[in-house]
């Protein structure tokens, strides 16, 4: 007599991947999100250092002052007698940022005090001037 043998299929075995590109597209969104609230001023400067520099971490409107005495904000250039209205509009879009300016250390000091002036006069209260923590030797 033979007797058959029912045999089932194997199950697979895999690695339910869902919780993973879950995680990998939270992490997608949220550096997304992150990075439209990061603004730069529009060029790279040579910013002096200070003993007393702290980082401060809420939106801030950046204003870069070159030394050849170019105004930046938002990346594109801005004339200093067109800063207050620019720095006005910024203000509407973020009634509590800071306004930081961003001065070369070879930019004029009568510019960067135009510049924070302009800044006082669009109804900042928070204006300050960036500078790089010094290391301690």
């Known amino acids: 007599m033979r ?17 993973m590109l879950d995680f990998v597209l939270n992490l997608l969104i949220f550096f997304i999100i992150t990075n439209t609230f990061v603004s ?11 003993s007393t520099a702290v980082k401060q971490e809420r939106a801030n409107v950046l204003v870069a002052i070159a030394p050849n005495g170019e105004v930046w904000s938002d990346g594109q250039r801005v004339d200093i007698r067109a800063l ?11 009634p509590n940022a800071a306004v930081i ?11 960067v ?7 006082r006069l669009a109804g900042f209260k928070n204006v300050a001037i960036a500078a790089t923590p010094q290391t301690s030797p």
């Open 3 to 19: 007797t058959r043998r029912h045999t089932h299929p194997p199950e697979e075995t895999g690695i339910d991947l869902a919780p």
């Open 40 to 50: 730069e001023a529009g060029i790279h400067i040579n910013r002096p250092s200070a």
């Open 84 to 94: 207050r209205a620019h720095l006005q509009k910024r203000r509407q879009e973020n």
């Open 101 to 111: 300016v961003q001065a070369d250390r070879d930019a004029r000091a009568g510019l």
């Open 113 to 119: 005090v135009e510049a924070m002036d302009q800044a």
